[in-house]
């Protein structure tokens, strides 16, 4: 079993940086791709950025891409997302997800642990 708890969410302006962590307990020592997804009201649940099990590769949702960084510290077993430049539509509960295994695609069914989610709001 693994545990994930998010944490950095908040209110912020059009603009605003925003760094959102995700600290894993449990079996974290079996090699394992994490990822962040996010959920705004009415919306499904959509992929935003994943990270392989080691750090060395990662994904971008393509609107994101250059604004979004994720990376993972493997000696905190902790998992960031680093959102600059952050706008209104960026506005969902934003989740962190992790699969046991070394290779995970998009879709939410193919991860196994999800934190409770944090709260993030741009404001115009």
């Known amino acids: 079993q693994m545990q994930l708890v998010e944490s950095g969410g908040g209110v912020v302006s059009t603009g605003d940086s925003l760094r959102l962590s995700c600290a894993a307990s449990g079996r974290t020592d079996v090699g394992h791709v994490m990822a962040w997804f996010r959920q705004a009201p009415g919306d499904e649940r959509e992929f935003v950025a994943k990270?392989?099990?080691?750090?060395?590769?990662?994904y971008y949702l393509d609107s994101v891409k250059g604004r979004f960084t994720i990376s993972r510290d493997s000696t905190k077993n902790t998992m960031y997302l680093q959102m600059n430049r952050l706008k209104p539509e960026d506005t969902a509960v934003y989740y962190c997800?992790?699969?046991?295994?070394?290779?995970?695609?998009?879709?939410?069914?193919?991860?196994?642990?999800w934190g409770q989610g944090t709260q993030v709001t741009v404001s115009s």
């Open positions: 997800a992790a699969v046991w295994g070394y290779n995970a695609g998009l879709s939410a069914a193919e991860y196994d642990y």
């Open positions: 990270i392989s099990w080691n750090g060395d590769d990662t």
